[in-house]
Nanobody, 115 residues
Framework: QVQLVESGGGLVQPGDDLRLSCKLSGNIDSIRVLGWGRQAPGKQRETVASMSTRGEINYVDSEQGRFTIFKDNAKNMVYLQMRSLKPEDTAIYYC?????????WGQGTQVTVSS
């Protein structure tokens, strides 16, 4: 079992930057891929960034250059740095961990971009 707890969401203005955090616990050594997904109102959840234990990092094409995923192994944390936020980035953002055939998700943190 892997537990994920996100934090850092909130109401921001267009153009602002925001960093989301995800605290990992449980069977962390079993994790092979970490990532962030988001679900906007009325839309399906999409993965926006992922990184494997082999160092492979991928971003959804639309966010290439604006989003950065990184982790702090000592703190068991994974982060999503978001820059120049747009209203269309408004969504619930979820932390994701893949361990074997299992995919774990956190409870999500709301990000609202509005003036």
């Amino acid at each position: 079992q892997v537990q994920l707890v996100e934090s850092g969401g909130g109401l921001v203005q267009p153009g602002d930057d925001l960093r989301l955090s995800c605290k990992l616990s449980g069977n962390i050594d079993s994790i092979r891929v970490l990532g962030w997904g988001r679900q906007a109102p009325g839309k399906q959840r999409e993965t926006v960034a992922s990184m494997s234990t082999r160092g492979e990092i991928n971003y959804v094409d639309s966010e290439q250059g604006r989003f950065t995923i990184f982790k702090d192994n000592a703190k068991n944390m994974v982060y999503l740095q978001m820059r120049s936020l747009k209203p269309e980035d408004t969504a619930i953002y979820y932390c994701n961990a893949i361990s074997g055939r299992l995919s774990y998700w956190g409870q999500g943190t709301q990000v609202t971009v509005s003036s």
